[in-house]
């Protein structure tokens, strides 16, 4: 039965099960629950006791029904005004948004945040551009923000398809440009070249360019070259050997007045890249023949930065070396050799890496190089095959240097077991008496990178780090390890024992995957400003 309280007017529901039991004799009760567990049909006396207590049940399911039926209108009513409610409540909330009163150049800071990290060809649905479609204030600002639009990246590697009105808009609202173009011979040149001019027509604003570039592009690049006043970077590679076809030489930058930081990689073949006759640039990255570096090294007298990669020279023998180039103001190199180091002398430089190649010798170029040169070495970075004898030798005779990075890899044959096993040579060599007496003292940050083993010991490696950290007059600060290749990370007793040495004071840093291949590369002075 419902009835209603007379104190508050809810509504009350009796208990169902409440019947009147009383005139049911156990006998009958008995028989009721057998029947309950039989499909018999019921004798007379027991209709009698079933039947008024089916009408029962009956008309209170109909009550309840009743009931149900009045409280989901109801609930309908407020569902229905909770809804209303909450769009009003809602309209009322953005009118009163924190972010209707942040200062615009706040809110522009905040747009720059969301800018993509890695490269992106341009979409509608991407930052900067998505922010234009939220508001109209939003539109204005992020418009006037100059900075937001200054990144452009096209690649014609992929079926990507670029609407000129869209990179137009872009340059407008840009006031200097940062671009990542990427051409495909594999692809019909046309587009290539159009987009190309559109962007050079306002090469005047060009700040930045990664430019992979194909023969169809030269023309045009070369027909503005004395249009790039503000061009302070740059990067130029070819797209395959066939890109390369007809091209004589790279001299779109010979009239650069702003031109500071160059990378020019023929890798096919060699194309000899004509440089601005002004000697401002700091810093310059060519794979080219020694002669041509030795050229370039002799008219670069501000050079700060150096990547020497020898190439293009099979079969010529090194020169004699004569009086060393002068480099003064030269503080970090890489050399694709060490006897590049014969014929330089680098009073200032702090930071060098060199690339080993299996049972290559390089103390009788280095050692001559530092004595000739007088420089205090603090970084010393040894890329592809060194050995670990040989580089115990090297810090020995060197005591400046403080920090050692290994670089292991084989570009030829990749073989993972290969690192694997030079990697744990180098860190059982490291534990051994005589290094942590004579180098754990002096080193402040030891770094390993494997460039294509996928995993490797990181007991034998957290050895290592124990060992030393637990030395007498252990110098240790920090220590990175670089899997590139890593797939698996390492086990949780590892992890937990890189905890112990983060919270001893160790700063202990594991990188896998493109992170670590970036970070591994700027070991050996690639320029960082290419990997946005």
């Known amino acids: 039965m419902v009835s209603q309280c007379s104190a508050c007017g809810a509504f009350v529901v009796s208990n169902p099960h409440e019947f009147d039991l009383n005139n049911i004799t156990p006998r009958i009760l008995a028989r009721i629950s057998q029947l309950l567990t039989t499909n018999e049909p019921p004798q007379e006396p027991e209709l009698t006791v079933l039947q008024p207590i089916a009408q029962k049940t009956d008309a209170r399911l109909a009550c309840l029904d009743a009931e149900i039926s009045r409280l989901k209108d109801q609930l309908s009513q407020l569902e229905e005004e909770r809804a209303a409610l909450a769009e009003y409540h809602a309209q009322n909330t953005t009118i009163l948004s924190p972010l209707r009163r942040m200062p615009p150049e706040i809110l522009g800071k905040i747009f720059s945040w969301t800018l993509p990290q890695m490269m992106r060809a341009l979409d509608i649905r991407d930052p900067p551009w998505v922010l234009t479609h939220v508001s109209r204030r939003w539109r204005a600002i992020a418009a006037s923000k100059s900075s937001l639009w200054s990144k452009i990246y096209i690649v014609f590697s992929t079926a990507t398809k670029y609407s000129s009105a ?15 173009f990427r051409g495909s011979s594999r692809r019909d040149s046309r587009p290539q070249v159009n987009m190309l001019q559109l962007l050079l027509e306002r090469s005047s604003m060009w700040q930045e360019l990664r430019l992979g570039s194909i023969a169809a592009l030269v023309p045009l690049l070369t027909e503005y070259s ?3 006043p503000l061009l302070r970077r740059a990067w130029v590679q070819w797209d395959g050997p066939e890109s390369q076809t007809g091209v004589e030489s790279v001299d779109f930058f010979r009239m650069g007045p702003s031109l500071v930081d160059i990378s020019v990689f023929s890798e096919y073949r060699f194309i000899p890249t004509l ?4 000697h401002q640039l700091t810093r310059y990255d060519f794979d080219a023949p020694w002669t041509t570096h030795s050229e370039l090294l002799k008219a670069l007298p501000n050079l700060n930065e150096v990547r020497v990669v020898r190439k293009f020279d099979r079969g010529i023998p090194w020169p004699v070396p004569g009086q060393p180039i002068n480099l003064i103001h030269l503080q970090c190199m890489y050399v694709s050799h060490g006897q590049c180091l014969d014929y330089l002398r680098a009073p200032a430089l702090e930071r060098i890496a060199i690339k080993c190649r299996k049972g290559d010798e390089i103390r009788p170029h280095l050692d001559p190089f530092v004595a000739r040169s007088s420089c205090v070495l603090h970084r010393l970075c040894l890329s592809g095959l060194p050995d670990a004898q040989r580089t115990d030798e090297i810090l020995e005779h060197c005591p400046s240097i403080t920090e050692l990075a290994l670089r292991i890899g084989d570009s030829k044959t990749k073989d993972k077991a290969t690192e694997r096993d030079l990697l744990a040579a180098f860190v059982t060599r490291f534990v051994m008496l005589d290094s942590i007496n004579t180098i754990c003292p002096r080193i ?10 996928d995993v490797i010991s990181y007991p034998l490696y957290l050895d290592m780090l124990d060992a030393w950290w637990n030395a007498p007059n252990c110098a240790l600060k920090a220590t990175e390890l670089l899997l590139p290749q890593g797939l698996v990370d390492p086990d949780p007793e590892s992890l937990a024992r890189m905890g ?3 919270q001893a004071g160790l700063q202990v840093s594991f990188l896998s995957g493109d992170v670590a291949y970036e970070r591994a590369r700027q070991w050996l002075h690639v320029a960082t400003w290419i990997f946005w």
């Open 444 to 453: 402040s940050k030891l770094d390993f990178a494997c460039e294509h083993a």
């Open 166 to 180: 869209m990179v137009r808009a872009q340059i407008e609202r840009a006031h200097t440009l940062k671009i990542i």
């Open 226 to 228: 004395e249009r790039l």
């Open 275 to 278: 440089l601005p006759v002004y």
């Open 500 to 502: 112990t040495l983060r």
